[in-house]
Every structure is written in C-alpha cells, then in structure tokens.
C-alpha cells in the first residue's frame, strides 16, 4: 500500500469516499474543545473541513497527492485546514503537537518496536485525544483482498495494551456502523479507541 496504490485508486473514481465526516469522530469528536488536530490519512478531507467548521485547526495529512489535491479543491475551511503530503509511517508528526490526533480507517502495520504507532501517539498534547477507529476484525477477515492479512495491521485493543499508564482509557470497543459501509464493502462494524494523554 504505497503511494502509487493510493494515488491509483483515487485516480479511479471522481470520488471514492461519501465526502461526510466518519460517524466515529462526529460521536466522539463533538464534544471536545477546538484545539489543533491531526488527521492522519485525511484521504477527500471530509473529517478535516468538519473539525475546520469546529474551529479546530487541523493538519490533514495525507500520502496521496491525489487526494490531497482533491480535498483542497473541494473545501474553503477560513485557513483553518493545512493540506500536506506526507508518509506518517516513516516521518512522524511533530511530538506534543496536537489536542487530537484523528486516525480512521489508516492501514497501520505493526512494526518491530511500535516505531510508527510511537509517533502517533507522541504527537498528542498532554491532556489531548486519541482517536483511533478501524474495520472491526471480522469483518476484515471475511471481505479482505487476497493477499491481505488483518494481523498485519494494529486493531484499538492491541494500542490500548501499550498506553499504561500515561493514558486514560475512555472507550474500546466494537460498534455497529451507523453509516453504510463504503461502496463495494460489507463493513459493518468499527472498532474503536478513544483516549486522553495524562499530564
């Protein structure tokens, strides 16, 4: 899943994603204080223009500058959205940067020494939010592509094993979707973490 994978599957259709906002980060995110945000993965940048209309100052990032173009066109956000092009998979985000750090549906892979969850979760402020919302499990295994492996990848419960005890854990959990699952899926669950750095 390389940036020419990405920048592939945008380039296939005029627009792949809903452009709404995840229900997760309405549900979750709603009810936080504005502040800075990361969205990682930010993919049309639906999530980043509904914390933008928030007054949320939001980094979208994004390893597709397919995408990326493409959210940019797509929304005035008032400035208050940095568009920016990046593999935060290998270059991590600034630390103590961010009073959230949004992470939805972003194909983590686990990795010797957690390098890039590591810098995931620096990149939240002390006293700022976790948001980390995937496919749940089952679903992946039953619908994945060939080749693919959920195991591969973090799941919320494997990332709230690793918080003690700096973080508060404020949800773990397997959700029904409240939203259709993406055209040509059959996801219909999320799993979800949601957490708050102490100090």
Known sequence: MDTGHWDAMYRGRDQVFSGDPNPVLVAEAGGLPPGRALDAGC??????????RRGWRVT???VS??????AAAATD???LVTWKRADLL???????AYDLVSVHYFPLRRRPGHAAL????????????LLFATHAPADLARHGEPGFDPADY?????????LAPAWEILADETRPRT????????HTRDAVLKARRLG
């Open 77 to 79: 956000a008032g400035g």
């Open 65 to 70: 500058g397919v995408a990326l173009r493409r």
């Open 90 to 96: 290998a270059v991590p985000p600034p630390a103590g």
């Open 154 to 162: 973090y799941q919320p419960g494997d990332i709230a094993g690793l």
């Open 179 to 186: 939203a259709p699952p993406p055209a040509g899926t059959h």
């Open 43 to 52: 993919g049309e940048g639906a999530d980043a223009r509904w914390l933008a």
């Open 60 to 62: 979208a990032v994004d």
């Open 118 to 129: 590591r810098g995931l979760l620096d990149a939240v402020a002390p006293g700022g939010t």
